[in-house]
């Protein structure tokens, strides 16, 4: 059966009062479509193969500013299924340690869940936290935050995922940095145009004393690092954050007190997202409708129970949800976000055929 055909399919079922999971396992393509609806909550999970197929962090305009729905990001691709993946602020800038291709997209402040994937797929579950600094003729400075929109007193780093420029007004320095090396430097200039390669460094405030002294031509060092008391995440290429953990080892693992989670997401029913691994390292996209009449959506330790229970998850973590829950196989959307309709988001995650 055509991959469209079972997510018309899907779509359908979703209306019917089913009391059991429905599965469809085409296993030529290495692919399994399932459906969960009990006690007024309806879930969906898509479960592919490892061996035929990739996942990957993408964002939604190629950039951190400016967003897009799920459906529009899988238009640009060529995947199998997509979900959407960290929280985000209005701007498009990522609340999550995020990495993408090896480069660094995206912070947090807080220690919390990461999926990573490796160069092989495989993948490694864990809470994790940034460390940035900028080294300057034997003087340090630490990263307040990457690809975000610069504030008094701050230290931003920006690269090729952020946009064109900066975007930044005339009130700081900003520094133009390529092999390590400082290409230019703007006092009182700002909305720096950022190369394919390079960084821009731009202070405010305090921060920018620190190039009081810097000159074109200084090599200057910028060192980044995803930590992790769980796993190793040090060589992983593509990280997504967002938490909290919510399956370990095949067993429920909910860690929103942890993580310092709000209550809007640690507390009552809702539409949510995850994504995570079975025992064999097969990749699952997961999504539970919520706020609705088919669906009032499930509390994390509900979640969790599904995602174990009747998804087959070994590791997972929980993704934004609320209204930017949403799932899309082959460029039809699977559930029925609640706002009535597709939420723009900052960032998705793809299953793409090796």
């Known amino acids: 059966m055509k991959l469209k055909i079972l997510a ?131 003087a340090e400075y630490e990263i307040d935050e990457v690809n975000w929109a610069r504030t008094e007193n701050s230290m931003i780093l920006y690269n090729r995922y952020w946009g064109a420029s900066t975007g930044t007004n005339d009130y700081g320095v900003e520094v133009l940095v390529s092999d390590g090396v400082i290409q230019e430097i703007f006092w009182g200039s700002g909305n720096t145009a950022i190369p394919s390669g390079s960084y821009v460094i731009s202070a405010h405030g305090e921060a920018q004393n620190f190039f009081a002294d810097a000159q074109v031509g200084d090599a200057i060092t910028i060192e980044q690092k995803i930590l992790s008391d769980d796993a190793d995440f040090s060589e992983i290429p593509n990280v997504i954050g967002a938490g909290p953990r919510l399956v370990k080892d095949g067993k429920v693992y909910v860690t929103a007190a942890e993580e310092k989670f709000p209550n809007d997401i640690r507390r009552g029913r809702a539409p949510r997202s995850a994504v ?63 706002d009535g309709r597709e939420r723009q988001i900052a960032s998705a995650l793809v299953i793409l055929p090796k």
Request: aromatic letters at 10%; one cysteine or more.
């Open 276 to 338: 995570g691994v079975t025992v064999y390292g097969d990749y699952i996209f997961a999504v539970v409708d919520g706020r609705q009449a088919h669906s009032r959506g499930c509390t994390l330790e509900e979640w969790a129970n599904i995602l174990v229970k009747h998804f087959g998850a070994y590791n997972a973590i929980n993704l934004d949800g609320g209204g930017s829950t949403e799932l899309t196989v082959r460029d039809s959307l699977v559930n029925k976000p609640s």
């Open 8 to 138: 018309a399919a899907i779509l359908l079922l979703s209306l019917i009062n089913f009391s059991r999971v429905e599965a469809s396992k085409p296993e030529a393509e290495g692919l399994e479509f399932l459906m969960y609806n009990e006690n007024g909550v309806m879930a969906f999970a898509v479960i592919a193969a490892h061996e035929n197929y990739l996942l990957h962090p993408v964002l939604a305009r190629n950039q951190i500013q400016g967003r897009s729905t799920v459906l529009q990001i899988s238009k640009n691709f060529d995947d199998i299924a997509a979900i959407n993946a960290s929280y985000f602020m209005p701007s498009g800038s990522l609340i999550g340690v995020t990495k993408i291709d090896g480069e660094i997209v995206g912070r947090d402040d807080y220690y919390r869940s990461a999926i990573g994937i490796a160069e092989d797929g495989s993948t490694v579950f864990g809470r994790v936290r940034y460390e940035g600094k900028i080294i300057l003729n034997g």
